[in-house]
Each structure stands twice: as C-alpha cells, then as structure tokens.
Nanobody
Framework: QVQLVESGGGLVQPGGSLRLSCAAS????????MGWYRQAPGKQRELVAV???????NYGDSVKGRFTISRDNAKKMVYLQMNRLKPEDTAVYYC??????????????WGQGTQVTVSS
C-alpha cells in the first residue's frame, strides 16, 4: 500500500502563490497517474489536476491557467504550483494515486491532505 504525504499548504493573500508537494512511498511510482483534488467546507471533493504516467495533464476548469502540476519520477514526487490564488481556492488539498496510468483509472491511495487558506 503506497503512502502519500502532502506538504506546502498554508495561509496566503489573494494573488499570491504556493507550491504543494506530495511524496510517495513504495517501489513503483512512474507507472501511475497522480492527481491533486481539493475539498472546501460543505462542498464535494473536486478535481484540481491529474498527470498521467506519460505526462498528459488534465486541469479542473477553475484552475486552468493558474495552477501547474508536475512530477519527478526519480524522487517519487508530485507538485502543484498555484499562482494568482483566489479566496475560492481555500480548501484541503489531497494527493491521489490512481491504480493505473491514465485519467480514467480508479482512485487508489489518498494522502491526509494539506490546508490552503487564501485570505487577506
């Protein structure tokens, strides 16, 4: 069972930036699609970004043009660079590993989440 540990959350002013990191354990990482999701109070968990094993990327509509997902297979890390943050980006951000290599594969392991708060 892979373990995912997120870091990098915090309090930031509107218009600011944060970089989230997700560290994965386990011997195999590069073959799996990895994603970031978020959940705000009273709302359903929603897609932020997903990157396949081949490097294809899918973003949620609300973050396109502002957020960038990337991965470093050698380090077993996934990153989420968040720019031009808005108050509505406030949520707990979760790292997820799919059970396969593509966008359509089922969800696998989840991290514990990291809080991002955008407020002045």
């Amino acid at each position: 069972q892979v373990q995912l540990v997120e870091s990098g959350g915090g309090l930031v002013q509107p218009g600011g930036s944060l970089r989230l990191s997700c560290a994965a354990s386990g011997s195999i990482f590069s073959i799996y699609a990895m994603g970031w999701y978020r959940q705000a109070p009273g709302k359903q968990r929603e897609l932020v970004a997903v990157i396949t094993s081949g490097g294809s990327i899918n973003y949620g509509d609300s973050v396109k043009g502002r957020f960038t997902i990337s991965r470093d297979n050698a380090k077993k890390m996934v990153y989420l660079q968040m720019n031009r943050l808005k108050p509505e980006d406030t949520a707990v951000y979760y790292c997820n590993q799919r059970v396969g290599s593509s966008f359509s594969d089922p969800f696998g392991s989840w991290g514990q989440g990291t809080q991002v708060t955008v407020s002045s």
